[in-house]
């Protein structure tokens, strides 16, 4: 069956617009996390969303924002962009959350 | 502060080489340890580890966890260069309304032929 499939897989842009990812979990997965990834830093946790509700949240501010489709689909908007939100954004989905997470290729975010 | 450390944070080896990558973790109510390995970008699964001293194995590939020590230890013998790739360690622990993963920084491993 098909993987996470996370689009745009390439993303630049400017200080100061905003941006939305997405994220199309596995089929009959209900729960999509995602993760800010920059070198040295590992994965940081955004937010889970299970069940169009977001379950989880991890330290970041408020620009950056989720939410979850009736078809488990989710999207991540980062508002007022700045330098430091250069990064692979990654999505997990897994049946219920937690373990056993399966990644997309994730959206490498360019802001110049 | 629950907390997930990972070393070394890069490691050159040659092919046919062992390495041992460790990861040791201070998380209040553990659940279990994962690793994963990450190649280009999409990290894959590895093992998950709950008990203490049994180890997993696929492979040239193995992990143990020792919980009463808190760490865990990748092995990962006769290298090829395919096994060149970050090394993701990942700690699940309670949150408000479930658990979620705590993960490390990632250790980077690269094979010379």
């Known amino acids: 069956k098909a993987g996470v499939t996370q689009t745009p897989r390439y993303l630049i842009k400017t200080r100061g617009q905003q941006v939305t990812l997405s994220c199309s979990p596995i089929?009959?997965?209900?729960?999509v996390s995602w993760y800010q990834q920059t070198p040295g830093q590992g994965l940081q946790f955004l937010f889970e969303y299970f069940s169009e509700t977001q379950r989880n949240k991890g330290n970041f501010p408020g620009r950056f924002s989720g939410r979850q489709f009736s078809n488990s689909r989710s999207e991540m908007n980062v508002s007022t962009l700045e330098l430091g939100d250069s990064a692979l954004y990654l999505c997990a989905s897994s049946l219920s959350g937690g373990v056993r997470a399966f990644f997309g290729q994730g959206t490498r975010l360019t802001v110049v | 502060e629950d907390k997930v450390v990972q070393s070394p944070l890069s490691l050159v080896v040659h092919e046919g080489d062992t390495v041992t990558l460790n990861c040791s973790y201070e998380?209040?109510?553990?659940?279990?340890l994962l690793w994963y390995k990450q190649e280009k970008k999409a990290p894959t699964f590895l093992f998950m580890l709950?008990?203490s001293g049994i180890e997993k194995k696929s492979g040239r590939l193995s992990s143990i966890l020792d919980k009463k020590e808190l760490f865990s230890i990748l092995n990962i013998t006769a290298t090829q260069t395919g096994d060149s790739a970050i090394y993701l360690c990942a700690v699940e622990a309670p949150s408000v309304s479930n658990y979620q993963l705590i993960w490390g920084a990632g250790t980077k491993l690269i094979i010379k032929p």
């Open positions: 998380v209040t109510n553990f659940r279990s």
């Open positions: 089929s009959g997965h209900r729960s």
């Open positions: 709950t008990s």
